[in-house]
């Protein structure tokens, strides 16, 4: 693999995390062969760098394309308490993989992200500095804002710009704006983008609210902001950019969408 280095903003003395602070990635794969090596060096590379402690949690569904023989070898590489694979008897759903992978977390801090570099780990040093910076609870990448909340001070910047996404066309942009709306509309979650999936968790939070949660699938991650803010736990944005998949196919699918508008109904009905 390539050796050079990543070009970051240093995190700041005071928003800094401490030497006790541990942060556990929570990585479901489906058929992520090649992608997870890639997203694996980055996420080392990224704490490394900043002298964070670190384990990635890969809870993977069985994929047939080798995706588990991959984590294997990467554990060998980065040490197997850094690399952890935890894998699952089949394709059970983006929830309960979080759920299954919060089980081996060692970590205090818990960030879920997606496998497939959609998500850039960049931005995780910027999720620390808010979540430090205001004593958060959880900090969610937002893509439809162009500044963090709550805003941070000139002596101590947050963020690497305006959130975005690249790599979707029209129709994909207007389905997940629209997705947005509904639901800011029927829930009032007061976060700009509900439907993300990059996030930083303090575990004892993200372990009461998952205790609480009934969603499958991608409704999963609204419910735990809609839930949050009914439990009075604080949550900060960060702007963050989403690229399409590098490799592989999206797994959005038709039935994912019907039941991302049943969840929202649902939602506004139960809490």
């Not at 294997?72 to 935890?86: F, M, P, R, S, T």
């Not at 910076?133 to 941070?152: A, E, F, Q």
Request: charged share 20%; proline share 5%.
């Amino acid at each position: 693999m390539n050796s050079h280095t990543i070009d970051m903003p240093s995190i700041a003395a005071s928003t800094a995390p401490s030497d006790s602070d541990k942060y556990s990635v929570i990585l479901p794969t489906y058929n992520e062969r090649k992608n997870l090596p890639v997203i694996v060096w980055l996420l080392a590379k990224t704490f490394e760098s900043k002298g964070i402690q670190w384990e990635i949690i890969v809870v993977d569904d069985a994929s047939p394309d080798g995706t588990q023989e991959v984590a294997k070898q990467l554990a060998g590489i980065y040490g197997d308490d850094k690399v952890v694979l935890k894998p699952r008897a089949g394709k059970l759903g983006l929830g309960t993989a979080y759920v299954h992978g919060l089980n081996f977390c060692t970590g205090n801090f818990v960030i879920i992200m997606d496998a497939d570099f959609s998500h850039h780990p960049k931005f995780i040093p910027e999720f620390i500095k808010l979540q430090k910076l205001h004593n958060l609870d959880i900090v969610t990448g937002t893509r439809y804002s162009s500044t963090p909340s709550p805003k941070s001070s000139s002596t101590t910047p947050v963020g690497l710009g305006p959130g975005g996404v690249y790599g979707w066309d029209l129709k994909r942009k207007l389905v997940s704006r629209g997705a947005n709306y509904l639901a800011d509309t029927v829930l009032n979650p007061g976060v700009s983008d509900l439907t993300g999936s990059f996030r930083l968790y303090r575990k004892n939070v993200i372990q009461d609210i998952i205790s609480r949660c009934t969603s499958k699938g991608y409704v999963f991650q609204m419910e735990i902001i809609v839930r949050a803010r009914s439990l009075n736990y604080s949550v900060g944005e960060v702007p963050i950019t989403f690229v399409d998949r590098i490799y592989g196919e999206s797994k959005l699918s038709g039935n994912e969408i019907i039941g991302y508008a049943k969840g929202v109904g649902s939602l506004w009905w139960n809490v």
